[in-house]
């Protein structure tokens, strides 16, 4: 064998080995969960779950947004991601068994600071406003007043019920 024949098969090895390990860490790229917030979180047991395997559950027979804001001293403030999710964020255990996955996600949950509520429920019922705050652990004595989109006071907040793709600001006084 010539210098040129080993410097070609070395060469040639070279690249099978470069392009092996490219392929083994674009597979495993695709294996990991990406860095959004709806991709993956961690449980109670430090196991990973797939929030898009959560959402396409058979179990689920309710699904719907809404949304709030909260406002004080005339500011908007951000709503806390991962509320029914994060244990920091999730005080009220009592709706558990109504979540898409026993004691890993609230059926009342946010997945990031845009304000949406998500209800998602293995049950048809009703959800009120108070149950989610109840969820995240907000003190009510700070509500000041609670609006719909259309600038209505909602008198009963607490046990007001959800509606599919409702707008409700919380005027608060103090931190939330």
């Not at 064998?1 to 410097?7: F, G, I, R």
């Not at 047991?45 to 929030?51: A, I, T």
């Not at 607490?158 to 707008?167: D, G, S, Y």
Request: proline letters at 3%; aromatic letters at 6%.
């Amino acid at each position: 064998m010539t210098l040129s024949q080993k410097h070609l098969f070395l060469f040639a090895g070279a690249g099978l080995a470069a392009s092996g390990a490219v392929t083994m860490l674009l597979i495993y790229q695709g294996l990991q969960p990406s860095g959004s917030s709806d991709s993956a979180l961690l449980g109670e047991d430090d196991q990973q779950f797939e929030l898009e395997e959560i959402h396409s559950s058979p179990k689920l027979v309710m699904h719907i947004h809404a949304h709030i804001a909260i406002i004080q001293d005339g500011r908007e403030m951000v709503v806390p991601k991962e509320i029914g999710m994060s244990s920091e964020l999730w005080k009220d255990h009592s709706l558990d068994e109504f979540g898409p996955s026993s004691g890993l996600i609230a059926p009342m949950h946010t997945h990031d600071t845009s304000g949406t509520i998500h209800v998602e429920s293995t049950a048809e019922r009703e959800y009120t406003l108070g149950e989610f705050l109840g969820i995240w652990g907000l003190d009510s004595a700070g509500i000041i007043q609670v609006t719909n989109s259309s600038g209505e006071r909602v008198q009963d907040y607490w046990n007001h019920v959800l509606a599919r793709n409702e707008e409700l600001v919380l005027e608060v006084s103090g931190q939330p």
